[in-house]
């Protein structure tokens, strides 16, 4: 495990995504009943899940309206058996951290 800390803990607006990027990897953080961290680009045409609208556990690409759970990643249309790779988030005093 190497728990690395990606952003502070009002970074992230409750029923919001934000994309960071984080040792060469764009991952999203969606704060949606605790945070959730996943890679961010879409398998489409590579567009940023973050600014995506999230309802209940599912974001939407906000290009081409693919759906992904954000807690296993997985896609939710289309083409069965593709998922993103999820990440381990643990909020601390200091701020938010994933497991990388």
């Known amino acids: 495990m190497a728990w690395k800390k990606v952003a502070e803990k009002n970074d992230i607006a409750p029923g919001k995504g934000r994309e960071f990027s984080v040792e060469g990897k764009k991952i999203a953080i969606f704060n949606q009943n605790g945070f959730h961290a996943l890679d961010s680009v879409c398998v489409h045409q590579d567009g940023s899940l973050a600014p995506g609208t999230l309802e209940g556990d599912v974001v939407e690409c906000p290009l081409h309206f693919w759906h992904?759970?954000?807690?296993?990643?997985?896609?939710?249309?289309y083409i069965k058996g593709i998922k993103l790779q999820t990440y381990k988030v643990e909020v601390k005093s200091d701020g938010i951290y994933l497991d990388l």
């Open 68 to 77: 992904y759970n954000i807690k296993t990643g997985e896609l939710l249309d």
